[in-house]
């Protein structure tokens, strides 16, 4: 049976990058796959975080997955945190774990700054937690944004070692489904980097609770270059390449369609438009958002009844994978 396992973390500021690709292609991925989306807020404390922001954060990205389309009834939704066999499958697998292939990931590498000595241990073994959220469920597929390709292929990686060295087919090596036009939306700020939550700097992305002003002012001032014309030049032009691939995703089109439409206007008019059809798009999402977010009660009750569903699929998978290794259960 085709599963899909994903998630986001619960650490703010969800944007459009998130939307674009990850959320949207889930809402759409429900219909085919049995799904179990997660909350991740143990990848969340890789970095510090606030213990109350934590929590009204943890909410808010669950508000997030329903307001955008996702269904509690159809799919699983729950927090990593209140199933333990995510922490218990990562420290397993952790053991068999080589640190080479830890030290080939860029993420790790991104977030931990200068001072790497100084960063987590959590946050060296997130692509291990990651693998363990996936291979628990035994998810056949798993649709992220591009940034994940690494950590996903490290996944297969280690289902495919533990597979060889207990020499018995447990774990499935899952897919990545990376979809859609906007596959890795890049800062507004700066092209050569990805719009990311932890970006210091919010006029770095769109958020999906942002008002229209808040969404004018930052394409507004959304780097571009001086030439004149719309061309979609990825490697020469990549800020403007940028912002058409979030208009050719917004609005259900090819980037060459947007191109086409705009070929001979200043740029201003492709800002000025992509605000109207970012609020348009996002709009709605951030008020059914905030209507959600009026009952945390509600929201926890989802949480609760994701957990036990979740924790039915994935207890089984782990107790299979204890028994394999040879962990005695008395
Ligand atoms: P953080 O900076 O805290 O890591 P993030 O913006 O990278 O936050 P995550 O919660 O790590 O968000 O990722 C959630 C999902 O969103 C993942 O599937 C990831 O691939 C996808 N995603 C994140 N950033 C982008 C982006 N800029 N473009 C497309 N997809 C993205
Ligand atoms: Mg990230």
Request: hydrophobic share 40%.
């Amino acid at each position: 049976m085709a599963r899909i396992f994903s998630g986001a973390q619960p650490t703010g500021n969800l944007h459009l990058g998130n939307y674009l690709g990850a959320i949207r292609n889930w809402v759409t991925l429900q219909d085919s796959y049995e799904s179990v989306f997660c909350i991740v807020d143990l990848h969340a404390i890789t970095v510090w975080q606030d213990p109350k922001a934590l929590i009204r954060q943890t909410r808010e990205l669950t508000a997030a997955y329903i307001a955008a389309g996702i269904d509690p009834e159809r799919c699983v939704i729950f927090n990593q945190s209140a199933v333990t066999a995510h922490s218990e499958l990562a420290w397993l697998l952790n053991c068999m774990t080589p640190i080479g292939w830890l030290n080939r990931m860029t993420q790790f590498k991104e977030k931990a700054g200068k001072d790497r000595e100084k960063a987590s241990l959590g946050l060296y073994a997130y692509p291990v937690l990651m693998a363990a959220d996936i291979l628990a469920y035994k998810a056949t597929h798993v649709p992220v944004g591009e940034d994940q390709k690494q950590h996903l292929e490290l996944t297969r990686d280690i289902a495919q070692r533990f597979n060889q060295l207990y020499e018995k087919d447990v774990l499935p090596l899952p897919e990545p489904m990376i979809l859609g036009a906007a596959t890795r939306v890049m800062s507004l700020r700066d092209g050569t980097k990805k719009m990311s939550k932890s970006d210091p700097s919010d006029y770095a992305r769109i958020n999906l609770t942002d008002d229209r002003d808040t969404i004018a002012q930052k394409l507004k001032k959304a780097r571009t270059d001086s030439e004149p014309g719309v061309t979609y030049e990825p490697e020469r032009r990549p800020e403007v390449a940028n912002l058409i691939r979030i208009y050719a995703a917004l609005d259900g089109r090819t980037t060459d369609q947007v191109v086409a439409d705009y070929a001979d206007a200043p740029f201003t008019t492709v800002k000025t438009r992509l605000t109207d059809l970012a609020v348009e798009k996002l709009g709605p999402i951030a008020e059914e958002m905030k209507r959600l977010m009026a009952d945390p009660a509600e929201i926890d009750r989802i949480l609760a009844k994701g957990a036990d569903r979740a924790r039915a699929i994935a207890d089984p998978v782990v107790a299979e994978v204890r028994e394999t290794i040879g962990l005695l259960r008395p």
